[in-house]
């Protein structure tokens, strides 16, 4: 064989996954036909977490003046900040090309598709290798309607020459939440529109309702319940019909409507690669897919689609695969994040999810935060702890603010050890600060128990 291992995808988990066990002495090829550091680093949570941060500075110059401060904003330029994402994630795509280099990995720029089980095309050079990682990622998709054509995805909007305007984003998911706040931060009037009666399916229920209250307070026009019909171009315009018949007149239509697993074109079934129902591939809980020696990991599988968990599957395997060492990632309690204006950190369980195993106590606080008691300005913070009655062990932790973030960091550490409700009581809070009150919780909300009232 030409290579002890050979990864498919020079995102997250791939690179990870080949330096880790090139440097457990393994020969490790990789092929990456695209972005070398994948959708996070090139057109995902990277430079989406500077476009947020962008919308940040217009915010903090507005809320100067409660603090004393004269500051005259000027518009904004979209170029300008658009120039400067380009020169960051150049930067970090370098890095990722040494990091392989630095460890031994033979890197190849250009798509690998299979040929058999264990050969692979890569840029029509033959390659063999004992076993095969795929690390493909995922993309977005268009919804099936009539026009979809003229709208864009979330891998476009990072190269938008001009900002729009007037912008209708279709869905409710966190790159929809997200990138509502980011245009509406820098002054478009922004419309979003989901099936949904609340935003952001599958998180909390409290959460929510808090950050659909959160996008009206900022300004953007909430449209729920609504399915979109067609888009139609009137010129450089596009019309979007939705729910009953209603229209919005836009410069852009951008569909944040759900992603897909990349196996387009790879020939998995030259391998005896299986997908799952989802079109995602199917692997076991050692990342095994239906042929013994080639693994997949990622958002190609489409199970957890964090960039942190490919990451630790990546080094999880090599470590398993070569550095005698075998070991797992455990894919429960993991925090995440929501980069909305304010943001959202949740880990563990949901209300609801926690319920239904069986009775919770729930403490939570709204607030305003000190900040903006004299900024005036309409914002408010939830913080939510969902604890189990019996264990009285904290299950998830929940919570919409500035700094969310970085708060629920730390919170997941305690979290994850088993850290009960006393637990969090006996710890002093750092004051003044709104990550205290995680801690100051005393007075229980209420006590929910679904699974008794399914009985």
Not at 251 to 275: I, P, S, Y
Not at 374 to 382: A, D, K, Q
Request: with cysteine; aromatic share 6%.
């Amino acid at each position: 064989m030409d290579f002890d291992l050979f990864v498919i995808g020079g995102g997250s988990a791939g690179v990870r996954c080949a330096r880790i066990s090139a440097g457990h002495g393994a020969r490790v090829g990789i092929a990456e036909e695209r972005h070398w550091g994948g959708t996070c680093v090139n057109i995902g949570c990277v430079p989406k977490k500077l476009l947020v941060q962008a919308g940040e500075y217009g915010g903090w110059a507005d809320d100067a003046a409660g603090f004393g401060w004269t500051i005259h904003k000027g518009p904004h330029d979209w170029a300008k900040l658009i120039a400067a994402k380009d020169r960051e994630i150049n930067r970090l795509e370098g890095i990722y090309r040494k990091l392989l280099s630095g460890a031994g990995v033979i890197v190849f720029d250009g798509r690998a598709t299979f040929v058999d089980p264990h050969t692979l095309d890569v840029a029509g050079q033959r390659l063999t290798a004992k076993t095969i990682v795929i690390a493909t990622g995922g993309h977005p998709e268009r919804p099936a309607i009539p026009g979809a054509e003229l709208g864009i995805v979330s891998d476009d909007a990072f190269y938008l020459r001009t900002m729009p305007r007037r912008i209708a984003i279709v869905g409710s998911g966190y790159i929809a939440l997200e990138f509502a706040g980011i245009f509406r931060a820098l002054g478009a009037e922004v419309h979003l529109v989901y099936r949904q009666p609340l935003p952001l399916r599958g998180f909390d229920e409290d959460l929510r309702e808090a950050v659909a209250e959160a996008l009206t307070a900022q300004g953007v026009v909430l449209h729920p319940g609504c399915l979109p019909k067609k888009v139609e171009a009137d010129g450089e315009r596009r019309i979007l019909t939705f729910g009953d018949n209603e229209t919005v007149d836009v410069d852009l239509v951008f569909f944040a409507t759900g992603r897909k697993a990349n196996v387009k074109g790879l020939h998995l079934e030259k391998a005896g690669v299986a997908l799952n129902a989802k079109d995602a591939i199917r692997i076991d809980e050692h990342l095994r897919t239906t042929q013994p020696h080639i693994y997949a990991m990622g958002d190609v599988t489409d199970r957890m689609n964090l960039t942190p968990v490919a990451t630790a599957e990546g080094h999880a395997l090599a470590d398993t695969l070569f550095g005698d060492n075998p070991r797992g990632v455990a894919l429960w309690n993991v925090p995440s994040a929501v980069f909305t204006t304010p943001p959202i950190g949740t880990v563990g369980l949901s209300e609801e999810r926690a319920a239904a195993l069986g009775p919770v106590d729930i403490y939570m606080t709204r607030f305003t935060p000190m900040r903006h008691t004299l900024t005036g300005r309409n914002r408010r913070s939830l913080m939510k702890l969902v604890v189990d009655k019996a264990t009285q062990k904290v299950v998830g932790a929940h919570m919409l603010g500035e700094d969310a973030a970085e708060i629920i960091q730390g919170v997941a550490i305690a979290i994850g050890m088993g850290a009960t409700k006393a637990d969090f009581d006996r710890t002093i809070g750092v004051h003044p600060t709104s990550a205290e009150e995680f801690v100051t919780l005393r007075t229980r909300t209420r006590t929910t128990d679904l699974a008794a009232a399914a009985e």
